[in-house]
């Protein structure tokens, strides 16, 4: 059974970094080779909503919030998926999530919930003005 486990989250100042980490265990192949691996966060109260993916080839998709801000990618060696936040805003502050799809290409938008097959458990991020 495919897991996802998140961390990295944290407090931080306006204008600071982050980086959050996704491990994936209980898949036999590489994570190069998961159709489509991406970021979400959420408030509460509100819906989940699409901050990142990368398909299997390497090609990547930002929500136009964090774009030039947020990088997400593909670590092979240690079987996870990051993204990496620099220029935090208060506004990025959310409970951030990874998702991954076995079967489905991401696609030319940003894949949204229905999209994935796996989710981790979420990270918290909170970013102080």
């Not at 600071?16 to 265990?25: A, I, Y």
């Not at 079987?79 to 076995?102: F, G, H, I, Q, V």
Request: net charge neutral.
């Amino acid at each position: 059974q495919v897991q996802l486990v998140e961390s990295g989250g944290g407090s931080v100042q306006a204008g600071g970094s982050l980086k959050l980490s996704c491990v994936v265990s209980g898949y036999t192949y590489s994570i190069y080779s998961m159709k489509c691996m991406g970021w979400f966060r959420q408030l509460p109260g509100k819906e989940r909503e699409g901050v990142a993916a990368v398909d299997a080839v390497g090609s990547t998709l930002y929500a136009d919030s964090v774009k030039g801000r947020f990088t997400i990618s593909k670590e092979n060696v240690k079987n996870t998926l990051s993204l990496e936040m620099n220029s935090l805003k208060p506004e990025d502050t959310a409970m951030y999530y990874c998702a991954a799809d076995l079967f489905s290409p991401c696609g030319t938008g940003l894949p949204g919930t229905n999209d994935y097959g796996y989710w981790g458990q979420g990270t918290q991020v909170t970013v102080s003005s």
